[in-house]
């Protein structure tokens, strides 16, 4: 069964618009774990724009969900997730005035830094996955740094406004998909996924998990914009 994990990082942009503590991402995690999701997922970044540190530590002891912690090798990160030790981190590549991810990781150039990320996880028995372009070229790649999964980036998918161009893009991610677990890599999917887009990634066999984020936070205030200016209405009535 397709797995889908929930990227709340927008809920923590929220709340550094404001620089309290609501919106809590503890309480979104709570919320995804009682909706279904089965994973929990946080990119912290380098610059620290919505997850912060201590997110991390306090939904990992608030869920049973597996965390998995999106991040790219920069030092300061990497030292966290070290003292975090969760079951997975996904390695991203990171490009300072990006708003979202925009590319996958080079994982055949990753040289020495690279590798020696992938030592420290190894060592704290930390599974690794690297997120990358639906290439046959980084899956092999992959395969050859011993990771334990891929997750193939669905920008290009996402962003295909024709049938023929999603087609086209569906068959890569099929066929990458089919090469990593032959590979011996689980393969997973994330990025610009939504409600519309989504369904016919159910089709790709061995695909194992959906990573979601925005397009879940975007409907949320969608269904619940009503209801809360109702509430409020009513307050002040
Ligand atoms: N997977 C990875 C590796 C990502 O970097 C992101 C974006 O943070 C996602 C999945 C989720 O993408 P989106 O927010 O577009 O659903």
């Known amino acids: 069964m397709l797995k889908l994990g929930v990227n709340i990082d927008h809920v923590a942009t ?11 991402p503890v309480r979104a995690a709570r919320i995804c774990q009682k909706a279904g999701a089965h994973s929990i997922v946080m990119h912290l970044r380098e610059d620290r724009r919505h997850i912060q540190d201590a997110d991390l530590f306090r939904v990992r ?3 049973r969900l597996k965390i998995n912690l999106e991040m790219s ?9 070290a003292r975090l030790r969760p079951p997975q981190v996904t390695l991203v590549p990171e490009r300072r005035m990006e708003r979202t991810t925009e590319g996958g990781l080079d994982a055949a ?3 020495a830094r690279l590798r020696r990320a992938l030592d420290l996880f190894r060592s704290k028995k930390i599974g690794v996955s690297l997120f990358i372009d639906p290439d046959p070229r980084q899956v092999d790649a992959a395969r050859d740094l011993g990771v334990d999964a891929v997750e193939f980036h669905t920008g290009d998918y996402a ?8 087609l086209k893009e569906l ?3 099929e066929r990458a998909a089919g090469l990593a677990n032959e590979a011996g890599l689980l393969a997973h999917a994330g990025h610009g996924l939504d409600y519309d887009n989504v369904l016919p ?16 936070v975007v409907r949320a205030l969608w269904v619940g914009l009503d209801r809360a200016v109702r509430e409020m209405a009513d307050l002040i009535r």
């Open 171 to 173: 068959r890569r991610l």
């Open 73 to 81: 090798i920069a030092p300061s990160v990497l030292k966290t997730a």
């Open 61 to 63: 002891d608030a869920v």
């Open 201 to 216: 990634l159910k089709k790709i066999e061995g695909l194992r998990e959906l990573n979601i984020g925005y397009s879940i």
């Open 109 to 111: 150039g990753g040289g």
């Open 14 to 24: 929220v709340r550094q618009a404001r620089g309290g503590s609501e919106p809590d």
């Open 159 to 166: 962003n295909r406004s024709t049938r023929p161009g999603r």
